[in-house]
């Protein structure tokens, strides 16, 4: 039985990995997990959901490290990880995320000279075309650290190119990580009161973003394309929280479409608000691919998204609906104006990304992912 030692926060851990870890254990190998906890989340049980539901057999270790590169914790947090890979007798190790990558590549170095194999996982390079400079900084990093790996796995095109010419390490793609669409496709809503408990009306065009109010995540844009049509029908829901919660009310506020803005913070009731929305807005400046457009798509929606890194490997513009500049400001509101009058094109965008998303799923993703590390540990 090969043995397998799985790095990554414990939100990434909860969000992503934890279906393949149960998949791979019901293959035959032992797989162990070790996560740090992701600053602004550690309040939310991740710990102690994977401790219990991780495979019988498997063990977790918690590593003092963090997310953030600007920490002395992780100086801890990688000799805690070199200790546990040291005892393991591992014969691989998958990591995930740059810091938890640079750290888990750093600590397994001596006994990847004794046979052990190392896998990174990239979600998405922070540098790519179009980034701002500072963004560039990881890429030296990103770098030399390839040369502490046997194989590299990119989940976007870009990404997968970029390495392929600029690193010299193996490399793969697989088409994202992979997502459970049972859990969005099989929910039940009752339309008209699900929509009378958001304050929309029945005859209102719902557009759904989803995502933390960042600034890579530019709700911005679509705010103000919303506020340049005047249409009194069109109403805008972004679920999800973060630091620009006031500037975006502000923004609303001063564009005087405050009336058509709800900002719902974190909700566990996604899936009923996808099936009651009409369009799905993401306008991201960054993303490695991208999950809450691919779980639109599977429950139908069309899309108006950005065209950068991963999200233009499956929104398509004039296919999954319409795909734009980020800050195109003008070519987002004539996209919600086109969609918005015309329900059977909204209809004909959403039959196609039904069939367009499946590639994109966990039976998928879990099957891919076992076959590269067959290659690797056989």
Request: glycine share 8%; aromatic share 12%.
């Amino acid at each position: 039985m090969k043995r397998i030692l799985i790095t990554s926060t414990d939100v990434m851990m909860y969000m992503f990995l934890l279906p393949h870890v149960k998949y791979l254990a019901n293959n035959n190998y032992q797989v162990d997990i070790a996560c740090s906890s992701a600053e602004g989340f550690k309040t939310e049980g991740y710990e102690e959901y994977l401790r219990k539901n991780i495979p019988e057999g498997s063990e977790y270790f918690h590593l003092s490290a963090e997310r953030t590169p600007y920490t002395l914790k992780n100086i801890k947090g990688y000799s805690e990880l070199y200790k546990i890979i040291e005892q393991g007798n591992y014969d691989l190790v998958w990591t995930n995320e740059p810091v938890m990558g640079v750290i888990t590549r750093l600590a397994s170095s001596r006994q990847r000279k004794n046979g052990l194999k190392v896998l990174y996982l990239a979600h998405g390079y922070h540098f790519f075309k179009g980034a701002p400079l500072n963004n560039w900084l990881y890429y030296p990093i990103e770098k030399y650290m390839a040369r502490f790996c046997d194989m590299m796995v990119m989940i976007n095109w870009e990404d997968f190119y970029f390495t392929q010419k600029r690193f010299h390490t193996p490399v793969k793609h697989i088409d994202g990580i992979g997502l459970d669409f049972s859990k969005f496709t099989s929910v039940s809503v009752d339309y008209k009161i699900k929509r009378r408990e958001l304050g929309i009306g029945i005859n209102d065009v719902l557009i759904l973003s989803a995502g933390e109010l960042q600034t890579c995540k530019n709700h911005e844009s679509i705010i103000k394309a919303i506020a340049s049509l005047n249409d009194s029908k069109i109403k805008y829901i972004i679920c999800g929280g973060g630091e620009l919660l006031e500037y975006l009310k502000k923004l609303s506020k001063k564009l005087k479409i405050e009336n058509k803005v709800q900002f719902l913070g974190h909700r566990y009731d996604i899936g009923e608000i996808l099936k009651v929305s009409d369009i799905f807005a993401h306008p991201s400046e960054r993303e490695g691919l991208g999950i809450a457009p691919l779980e639109a798509m599977s429950i139908g929606l069309p899309l108006i998204t950005s065209n950068i890194q991963g999200i233009k490997d499956y929104s398509v513009n004039g296919k999954t609906g319409y795909c734009l500049d980020p800050h195109d400001i003008n070519g987002y509101a004539g996209a919600i104006k086109k969609l918005a009058n015309n329900p059977d094109l909204r209809k004909s965008f959403g039959e196609y990304n039904m069939k367009a998303v499946e590639k994109y799923s966990i039976d998928k993703s879990t099957t891919d992912m076992e076959i590269i590390i067959k290659q690797l540990v056989g």
